[in-house]
T-cell receptor, first 114, second 112 residues
Framework: EAAVTQSPRSKVAVTGGKVTLSCHQT?????MYWYRQDTGHGLRLIHY???????EKGDIPDGYKASRPSQENFSLILELASLSQTAVYFC?????????????FGEGSKLTVL | QQKVQQSPESLIVPEGGMASLNCTSS?????YFWWYRQHSGKSPKMLM?????GEKEEGRFTVHLNKASLHTSLHIRDSQPSDSALYLC????????????FGLGTRVSVFP
């Protein structure tokens, strides 16, 4: 089965601090995504990538940067963390275009900003 | 406004009963629909996908799709306590690389 691992699984950060969430996949998938999940908002796409060294903005990219240094690794960076970024973040990979390939999610990273 | 709307928000079903969940998109660019299931504290996992008009059955789960109305429904028969979860409907738009757009979900609780 597809394997997507995220780290850290849980983090407490201070307002204004920098946070990096990492994602590693061993599926040889080209497509990788970062979503956040909040009560009342569901899962929303932050950034995605379909090739190493290139990232694209999703629906809610403000306050976030992404980095894809290799096919296997995809990071989400919060340069100045804010209270509103408290959420659970999910990384996902897909073997194909998003419409025909299913998403394989990591276990999630719970971020609390104080 | 959510591009993918799900109803009801929550559903309580007796064990052995039928659960029926609905999902509609307001975006005419939607091409395909998926259903994901997310147990509490876990990540979403794909349950079923449907791309063409009609019905698709896999075990206790049946999905219907009407592309003209952009409406899909998921039916769970002989519901089990292990079916208690958040059910997420997702759709892909014509910009295929952008992954999926998710609805807010329907929380299903199956009681013994």
């Amino acid at each position: 089965e597809a394997a997507v691992t995220q780290s850290p699984r849980s983090k407490v950060a201070v307002t204004g601090g920098k946070v990096t969430l990492s994602c590693h996949q061993t599926n040889n998938h080209d497509y990788m995504y970062w979503y956040r999940q909040d009560t009342g908002h569901g899962l929303r796409l932050i950034h995605y990538s379909y090739v190493a060294d290139s990232t694209e903005k999703g629906d809610i990219p403000d306050g976030y940067k992404a980095s894809r240094p290799s096919q296997e690794n995809f990071s989400l960076i919060l340069e100045l963390a804010s209270l509103s970024q408290t959420a659970v973040y999910f990384c996902a990979s897909s073997p194909d275009w998003g419409n025909t390939g299913q998403l394989y999610f990591g276990e999630g990273s719970k971020l609390t900003v104080l | 406004q959510q591009k993918v709307q799900q109803s009801p928000e929550s559903l309580i079903v007796p064990e052995g009963g039928m659960a029926s969940l609905n999902c509609t998109s307001s975006d005419r660019n939607v091409d395909y629909f998926w259903w994901y299931r997310q147990h509490s504290g876990k990540s979403p996992k794909m349950l079923m996908s449907i791309f063409s008009n009609g019905e698709k059955e896999e075990g206790r789960f049946t999905v219907h799709l009407n592309k003209a109305s952009l409406h899909t429904s998921l039916h769970i028969r002989d519901s089990q306590p292990s079916d208690s979860a958040l059910y997420l409907c997702a759709a892909s738009m014509q910009d295929y690389a952008q992954g999926l757009t998710f609805g807010l979900g329907t929380r299903v609780s199956v009681f013994p």
